[in-house]
């Protein structure tokens, strides 16, 4: 896992399709374009979060992937906070 404030990790990818929207973020199929893997992107909105005071929800849901070590269950592989 990766954290940095000042790495474009968008640029390493090619977003595909919207797989679902929430509250305060987006999640997009997109493929890694060294890899060519597919990952999905969730993304959220600094701005919605705050109005709605999720930033406890965020860090615990953050802290619960880094945790879960699975095949089949999500893996967290950057956290960008800016």
């Not at 705050?50 to 699975?70: A, C, D, F, G, M």
Request: with cysteine; charged share 25%.
């Amino acid at each position: 896992m990766e954290i940095d404030n000042n790495t474009d990790i968008f640029s390493n990818f090619t977003v595909i399709k919207l797989l679902g929207k929430g509250s305060y973020g987006k999640v997009k199929l997109a493929k890694h374009k060294k890899d060519n893997n597919y990952s999905a992107l969730k993304i959220l909105k600094k701005e919605a979060i705050i109005r709605l005071n999720q930033i406890e929800h965020v860090y615990s849901e953050y802290t619960i992937l880094n945790q879960i070590k699975h095949q089949f269950i999500v893996n967290c592989f950057y956290f960008l906070v800016g």
